[in-house]
Each structure stands twice: as structure tokens, then as C-alpha cells.
């Protein structure tokens, strides 16, 4: 398994390889050569030894870049460098945890020029899940132009393979389950019940949800203000896997605002304190202590086990079935492209292909009678 940033690996035979890039006269190119030790400090120490000799040799790379030259993790780890200063936290977490666990060791030694569609099935697990795929071909997709401006080689763009589940309708809570839930809503109310009925008409993220604050919902003018989310980040030098932090929404397109009903307004109004944050007080709440509290909810409506995100889900289908242009609710949603909401939430129910059924029958029916 290779060192995470560097091109050191555990051999087969037990020895620790590392490689570094020369220019070849001879074939016109940068090829790579290795060092080898029987430990990993070993190998470490010859390859820093090799790339300073190198280095006072005045050693350096000839000729124009291809993609013949250049190792998909030599273009990762710049790349990585690079979006870490200028993507959000969360942002370069994520995509650094999709290159080390789904990518790194799998195309470990490999050529950008060996980087296709095929390869790329080959080497990728059919068992990982639709957004784990589509996010490592994001991944690779970003590396790959990256190395395109940066080395000035032509490389196309892997193109995404289709995935059943990725258009398929989203889940929502059924009319009668609604009604139930709702019902056990007003039941004893409690601030956690306050937050789902916000969720249910507003179509806030669970993050944004947690890291709602008193300010951010001006009550003269009936408007929510989506400014900020949290999320658990696996962050270097804590003494915890993950750290609970505050960022940005999920992209400009998310920081939105949001109208509520005069309902609503009057619902949450009664918790208002004096205390920063709507759910967690004077600090953001976790995100799991909010699931866990859906769950208790809907085991109090009656109703089975649910995952949060379908409060988000209903509210977007209601919106549609009630007539809402998906323009209006592309901004609600905070999504970046009118065609998303297309894609996930116009998909008609039942009872909508039956009204326009028997509005289709009325209206031949009221030709059959002129006929008649």
C-alpha cells in the first residue's frame, strides 16, 4: 500500500520501493525510476538522497509533457494541494477521502494515458453505492483537467455511467403518513417537533436546519435566511475522528431565502428565546441528535423508520403537485441548475395521472353528448 502523498509502496516481496521521475534521452520522455530499502524509512531516506542528487545535477524535465508522462498520483496530490486552498473545508475533506479510500491504491502506478471508461470499471467496486460511484468520477474528472491546464496535455473527459437509482423518484411521505405525522406534531409539542414542522415547509437540509440561528428569520417580513450549515469533518489533529463544524452552505446557489406561511410563523415563534441558535441554544446541534429525535417522532406518529432527508423530499413533491413552478422551487431548494429539481422532483403521482384521466373522459364524454 502506498504512503499517502508520496511514491513509496510496500512491494510483494516485503521491500519498500519508492519511485521518482527522470527525463530519458533516449526515449524522448520522463519515465520513472526506484529505490528500494528494507524498511519504509529506508526507501523514504534514498529517495530524498536521489531527488537532492538530482537536483545539483541540474536534472530537469526537456521537452513538452504527455500523457504518457505523467502518474494519475503525481496529478492527484498537486491537485489536492491545490483545491485546499481554494475550496471550503468540507469541500477538500471529501474530495481527499474519495481519492484515499476509493482510488489511491487501485490506480496505484498508473499513467494518465491508461486513465479510460474501461480502466476505470475495472478498477472500481460494483458494490459501492450510485453517489459514491458518481463521486469518484467527479473526483477523477477534476484531476484529469487539471492535469490538462497544468501540463498542457489532452486528455478527455471520463464520461459518467448511468445509474438506475440516480433519476429514479425520490421517496416521500404519503398523504396518510403526513396526516399522522403532522397529527403528532401538534401533540405535546416540543422545539424538536418545531424543527420538523419547519422542515415540512421550508425544505431545509438537516445541516441547515442545526445550524439555524434566531437571526436568521426575520419574522416581520415572514422570511427564513439560510446562511450557514454544520457537518461531522474528519479533520487532522483532533483527538476525535470528526469535528462538528460550522461552514458555508452547500454552494452559493444554497445561501437563499426562503418565505414562510403566517402558520409557520406562529408556530416557531413560540420558542423563541433568548439564546443563539434555534435548535442547539448557544451552539449548533448535532446533526445525530436531530435524526434520533425524528426517529422517537415518527415511532409516536405510528409511522416506520425513515431517513430525515424525506421532510425535504415531501415538501419539494408537495410543492409541485400544489402547482409551484419549478423555477420558484429550484431557488427554495437551494439547488445550482433548474434541471436537478426537474430531474428529482417532476415525477407525477398516481393521483395526478388519474385527475387528468377523468378530466380526459369528461371531455369526450361531453363530445359523446353533443354527438349524441
Known amino acids: 500500500m502506498a504512503r499517502h502523498g508520496e511514491n513509496i509502496r510496500r512491494r510483494k516481496d ?66 489536492l494541494a491545490e483545491i485546499k486552498c481554494k475550496r471550503k473545508p468540507s469541500t477538500y475533506i471529501k474530495y481527499e477521502l474519495i481519492w484515499r479510500n476509493h482510488i489511491r491504491n487501485g490506480f496505484y502506478g498508473t499513467l494518465l494515458s491508461e486513465i479510460t471508461e474501461i480502466s476505470v470499471r475495472e478498477k472500481t467496486s460494483r458494490e459501492l453505492s450510485d ?23 489532452t486528455i478527455p473527459a471520463l464520461k459518467k455511467p448511468q445509474a438506475d437509482s440516480w433519476n429514479k423518484p425520490v421517496k416521500v411521505l404519503a398523504k396518510n403518513e403526513q396526516k399522522k405525522l403532522i397529527s403528532a406534531l401538534y401533540r405535546e409539542t416540543d422545539i424538536y417537533k418545531m424543527a420538523i414542522m419547519l422542515c415540512l ?47 458555508e452552505p452547500k454552494s452559493e446557489y444554497s445561501k437563499r431565502e426562503i418565505p414562510l406561511s403566517a402558520t409557520v410563523v406562529d408556530f416557531i415563534s413560540r420558542f423563541r428565546d433568548g439564546r443563539e441558535y434555534v ?15 425524528f426517529k422517537k417522532i415518527l415511532e409516536e406518529a405510528g409511522l416506520s423508520d425513515k431517513n430525515f432527508h424525506i421532510l ?14 419549478v423555477k420558484s422551487l429550484s431557488e427554495m431548494l437551494g439547488h445550482s441548475d433548474v434541471q436537478i429539481t426537474l430531474d428529482r422532483y417532476v415525477h407525477p403521482s398516481m393521483d395526478t395521472k388519474r385527475r387528468y384521466m377523468d378530466s380526459l373522459s369528461g371531455f369526450y364524454g361531453q363530445i359523446f353528448g353533443q354527438a349524441g
Open 131 to 153: 453517489s459514491t460511484l458518481k463521486s469518484i468520477y467527479c473526483v477523477l474528472n477534476q484531476i484529469l483537467k487539471f492535469a490538462v491546464k497544468r501540463y498542457t496535455v
Open 201 to 247: 415547509f421550508t425544505g431545509l437540509r438537516l445541516g441547515e436546519l442545526c445550524a439555524l440561528k434566531w437571526l436568521d428569520i426575520d419574522f416581520v417580513n415572514k422570511i427564513l435566511m439560510v446562511n450557514r450549515t454544520v457537518q461531522r469533518l474528519y479533520m487532522d489533529g483532533y483527538s476525535t475522528k470528526t469535528v462538528l463544524m460550522e461552514t
Open 14 to 79: 516485503g521491500r519498500w520501493e519508492g519511485r521518482y521521475p527522470v527525463y530519458s534521452e533516449e526515449k524522448g520522455k520522463r519515465i520513472y525510476r526506484s529505490v528500494y530499502g528494507k524498511t519504509y524509512e529506508e526507501a523514504k531516506d534514498k529517495l530524498e538522497e536521489q531527488k537532492k542528487n538530482m537536483k545539483k545535477q541540474g536534472e530537469k524535465r526537456r521537452g513538452p509533457f504527455t500523457p504518457e508522462d505523467i502518474l494519475l498520483e503525481d496529478a492527484a496530490r498537486e491537485w
Open 312 to 325: 425535504r423530499h415531501t415538501f419539494s413533491t408537495n410543492c409541485i403537485e400544489g402547482g409551484t413552478d
Open 279 to 293: 435548535l442547539g441554544g448557544n451552539k449548533p446541534l448535532e446533526p445525530r441528535t436531530m435524526q434520533n429525535r
